[in-house]
């Protein structure tokens, strides 16, 4: 069975620009989560998405954004991109909201901002 | 306010050794904590969870002790290995709070020596 899939795997964007990353989240898991990890940090939470539904929101930025797709996939999208937003950004899924199930990682996407 | 301390930020163990790592909290409302195990260029993988209701919970080589009173919960990694080299994550979550994600510990970067 496939894991959690992000994509691209690397990529490298300037000031200012506008950056869309995505993931596709273990088959039947209706839960997405995005986390974002800096060097040398834990991951920090941005969204949690159940059922096309945004259910949690951590402490970023309104730059940052996410929807979940009809097929569970779903997308995180920054605006205006800052050099502090260099980070391996990370998705996870989980069957449901509910923590009894677990949260399962992908491998992230390493994004650099120059 | 820093959610969870985890600590030692690094550590070495001899290969067969006992290697320990601690994490503290001060929310009470938190009800499930795990621990991550991240490879360079991978997401973090869980490894085991537990749940306030139990003291101690073990899978294979790893085991995990709680104190509730306390509100410190710890990752014993018995017989370590250096395949086990690795950074480790504890996290928290409370999962009647509202979707507010895993907040994870800074880390402890582990190095087993052969």
């Known amino acids: 069975d496939a894991g959690v899939t992000q994509s691209p795997t690397h990529l490298i964007k300037t000031r200012g620009q506008h950056v869309t990353l995505r993931c596709s989240p273990i088959s039947g898991h209706k839960s997405v989560s995005w986390y974002q990890q800096v060097l040398g940090q834990g991951p920090q939470f941005i969204f949690q998405?159940?059922?096309?539904?945004?259910?949690g929101r951590g402490n970023f930025p309104d730059r940052f954004s996410a929807r979940q797709f009809p097929n569970y996939s779903s997308e995180l999208n920054v605006n205006a991109l800052l050099l502090g937003d260099s980070a391996l950004y990370l998705c996870?899924?989980?069957?449901?909201?509910?923590?009894?199930?677990?949260?399962?990682f992908g491998s992230g996407t390493r994004l650099t901002v120059v | 306010q820093q959610q969870v301390k985890q600590s030692p930020q690094s550590l070495i163990v001899q290969k067969g050794g006992i290697s320990i790592i601690n994490c503290a909290y001060e929310?009470?409302?938190?009800?499930?904590f795990p621990w991550y195990q991240q490879f360079p260029g991978k997401g973090p993988a869980l490894l085991i969870a537990?749940?306030?209701?139990?003291s101690e919970k073990k899978e294979g080589r790893f085991t995990i002790s709680f104190n509730k009173s306390a509100k410190q919960f710890s990752l014993h990694i018995m017989d370590s290995q250096p395949g086990d080299s690795a950074t480790y994550f504890c996290a928290v979550l409370d999962s009647g709070g509202g979707a507010d994600g895993l907040t994870f510990g800074k880390g402890t970067h582990l190095i087993i020596q052969p």
């Open positions: 929310n009470t409302a938190f009800d499930y």
């Open positions: 537990i749940r306030p209701d139990v």
């Open positions: 996870a899924s989980s069957l449901a909201v509910d923590s009894n199930y677990g949260y399962t």
């Open positions: 998405y159940y059922e096309k539904e945004e259910r």
